[in-house]
């Protein structure tokens, strides 16, 4: 599961980076994309409650969704499936995807610095969960796949698998190539 939406903050490096595209993107799409990358909300009270509500892991979605679940999965031993058309993505996010030429499933699983929060939980206890968190903090909640045996992660697109590479900023990256 994930709070809130993805790719937001993608869109807004999309627009931040292109005048052109900027200036093509209206004005109403404009104001959530540009706060979503420049003054992103951290789910603090979200991530505490969760704490304290039978989440069996969690992690801040700030490297991109494919690199932070891949986290999880490393950390568990376990595989997961994520299903592309669940991901939670604003209209606006798509607007500005749709103006630059993207995919905004791509900026959703990629973009990063969304600062949701991923977590598992158990199946039968999701929904229950989800609507739970909304009545104690606002913040949504959407179950966007699976976990499963394995090491696999994969990404269905319209009921297609595929691996999901767990591309996304990578923190020790630039340690690495300095280092090598």
Sequence with gaps: MVTGSLGSAAAG????EDEQLAAKVAPENLVG??????????????GQWLAQHAVTT?????????ADISHICEASGVGVQIEAESLPIQ??????AA???QDPQNLALFGGEDYEL?????TDRAHALARELFDATGVKATAIGTICM???ITLFREGKPSPLLSTGWDHLRLNNEMQG
């Design 99 to 101: 103006l630059a030429g």
């Design 150 to 152: 394995g090491s696999a």
């Design 118 to 122: 991923l977590f598992t939980v158990s």
């Design 33 to 46: 994309v540009l706060a979503a990358q420049r003054t992103p909300t951290p789910r603090v009270a979200a």
């Design 58 to 66: 969690g992690i801040d979605v700030s490297d991109g969704l494919a």
């Design 91 to 96: 209209p606006e996010t798509a607007s500005v």
């Design 13 to 16: 490096l999309l627009v931040l």
